[in-house]
């Protein structure tokens, strides 16, 4: 289990690695629209660090959807997909090792750059810490439930846009509590309510998510 | 009896612009969905129809 | 003795069909009735408010929009539950018929929640976290209609809105404790749709019977959307050719 686990790791990681350009493309994406709100609403710092949390989780949010339709795309294309469902390896595993590849590769990413981005919003230290931290627990969590919406919108057109109409609303939660938690600490009060469903979700997440999307992966082989 | 006149009635102290707004976007809605659904139906009946003449026709053909 | 019913007798199309037609105009009528019933009173025996005048008078129509779209919602969700686990096709059907009325319901309940919200509060939309949890699940439901449009596959299209029905199911009490957290945070006190705790018995008897209205309406809806669903699907079978609607 854990070699066929390891080895779909591999392979997507590879890949991504050979087409550099898509993953970075969805990393400028986040840095680029986290400036426009800037450009939209002024420069002032006091404005700015009230809004800061929030912006940088919804450019997080929509940056993670990027790169969510060819999670699968490219297996279904070629086959690949239907054999991993085959596999005596058991799906479920793939699917999460799937799934991990696609945080690695674009949502680690966002992790790291989150506190320089945060400067630019006049963040203090430990509200740049904080947002870091909802971000480690949140963007696999975001991870997890858009491989759900790119298993469900595979092979049909506008599947583009159709995923981000079904998984914006259930990004809902996570961008609330994640946000949330650091607009807490900046007004001074306690977070750690937000942390704590931000992982518990996350671990509800680890569990169900590959059920809905192995489920909704053979519909689409069907 | 709250209303001692028909215009006391359709005034709704006021806030006629809001009650009789909320009743006219309900009264959209109920009014035109079946009527959507019935156009649907009848949409498939007639191609069902059609269809079953086609069927007719090409039976007709072949016996011929 | 007790005969066994054969539920899955009804689970095939050709079954339902006739007595979905039947049935359909019985819950038009109830619906009808009760609709008027309840206007009625909340309109006539309804005394005016004491704070809100007459412009509470909305809640008779916001309510039960409200509640028919979750309750239509979860009851999609049972049927999708019901469909990918016996495979029936009439299940999945059924979630689709009901889900236009849904979305419709949800929609209702945002035009009258602002139709009431801009006298009460002054601004024709409100934070708040039952109209934010609505505008959510109309987001849910314009997810499930666009996702059955773009499949082109009825079964394929009926299984992939179940899978997405009911993660949404298992989401809605998350989206909406965390709207209710969010709110409670971000604004003072939230507003209350339902006057609380000693609503005038007159209100709370015209809310029932127009959320009773709103149901049978939803069902009969549903009935008859169903029947077109079937007829469009099972267009190739001879007991669809052999309709008296068909072979006349």
Redesign the interface.
């Known amino acids: 289990m854990t070699t066929s686990f390891m080895a779909v790791l591999r392979r997507d990681l590879l890949l991504a690695m050979r087409r550099k350009n898509e993953v970075l493309t969805a990393l400028f994406f986040f840095v680029i629209v986290a400036s426009l709100f800037p450009l939209a609403i002024g420069p002032e710092p006091r404005l700015l660090r009230k809004i800061g949390p929030g912006v940088l989780w919804v450019a997080a949010l929509l940056s993670t959807l990027l790169g969510l339709h060819r999670l699968f795309a490219d297996d279904y294309a070629d086959g690949t997909l239907e054999q991993m469902a085959l596999s005596p390896a058991g799906f479920a595993g793939i699917v999460t090792a799937k799934m991990l590849g696609h945080w690695l590769l674009a949502g680690l990413p966002l992790v790291l750059l989150a506190p320089l981005l945060g400067v630019q919003y006049d963040l203090d230290g430990g509200a740049l810490l904080l947002l870091t931290l909802t971000l480690l627990l949140g963007t696999p969590l975001l991870s997890m439930i858009g491989a759900i919406g790119a298993a469900l919108t595979l092979g049909l057109r506008g599947g583009g846009a159709l995923l981000a109409l079904l998984v914006l609303p259930l990004y809902i939660p996570a961008l609330v509590f994640g946000a949330g938690a650091v607009e807490a600490h900046v007004a001074g009060l306690t977070y750690s309510g937000h942390m704590a469903l931000l992982g518990a979700m996350l671990v509800v997440a680890a569990f169900f998510t590959p059920l809905a999307v192995t489920a909704a992966i053979r519909i689409a082989l069907e | 009896m709250n209303w001692h006149s028909p215009s006391e009635f359709f005034a709704m102290g006021g806030y006629a612009l809001y009650v009789w707004g909320s009743v006219i976007a309900c009264l959209v809605c109920v009014v035109v969905e079946p009527l959507l659904v019935r156009q649907r139906r009848r949409t498939v009946l007639s191609l069902l129809r059609r269809q079953r003449v086609a069927e007719q026709i090409e039976r007709e053909e072949q016996a011929a | 003795m007790m005969t066994k019913v054969n539920w899955f007798k009804y689970s095939s199309p050709a079954t339902f069909y006739p007595l979905a037609g039947q049935a359909m105009p019985i819950f038009a009528a109830l619906a009808a009735v009760l609709c008027v019933a309840g206007l009625w009173v909340g309109?006539?025996?309804?005394?005016?408010d004491a704070q809100q005048?007459?412009?509470y008078?909305?809640i008779f129509?916001?309510v039960p929009?409200s509640w028919m779209s979750m309750f239509i919602y979860l009851v999609m969700a049972f049927w999708s539950a019901m469909g990918?686990v016996f495979n029936t096709r009439l299940s999945g059907m059924m979630a689709a018929a009901l889900a236009?009325?849904g979305a419709?319901f949800a929609?209702?309940s945002l035009?009258?929640g602002s139709?009431?919200g801009?006298?009460m509060w002054g601004t024709w939309w409100v934070w708040d976290a039952r109209l934010t949890s609505e505008l959510?699940l109309f987001?849910?439901y314009?997810?499930y209609l666009?996702?059955h449009a773009?499949?082109d596959d009825p079964?394929?299209a009926d299984?992939?809105c179940a899978?997405?029905a009911?993660?949404?199911a298992?989401?809605i009490p998350?989206?909406y404790?965390?709207?209710q957290?969010?709110n409670t945070?971000h604004q003072g006190a939230s507003v209350s749709v339902t006057r609380s705790p000693s609503m005038a018995h007159t209100m709370l008897i015209g809310m029932l019977l127009m959320a009773l209205a709103a149901w049978m309406?939803s069902i009969?809806?549903a009935l008859?959307?169903v029947?077109?669903i079937i007829?469009?699907r099972e267009?190739r079978t001879d007991w669809?050719?052999e309709?008296k609607?068909?072979?006349?």
């Open positions: 309109f006539f025996v309804a005394p005016t005048g007459e412009g008078r909305i129509l916001h929009t990918l236009p009325t419709m929609a209702l035009i009258t139709f009431w801009k006298p959510i987001f849910l314009l997810g666009g996702l773009a499949i079964r394929r299984k992939a899978v997405l009911l993660v949404g298992v989401n998350i989206i404790y965390s709207v957290w969010w945070l309406y009969a809806v008859s959307r029947r077109a007829l469009e267009r669809v050719a309709l609607e068909v072979a006349a």
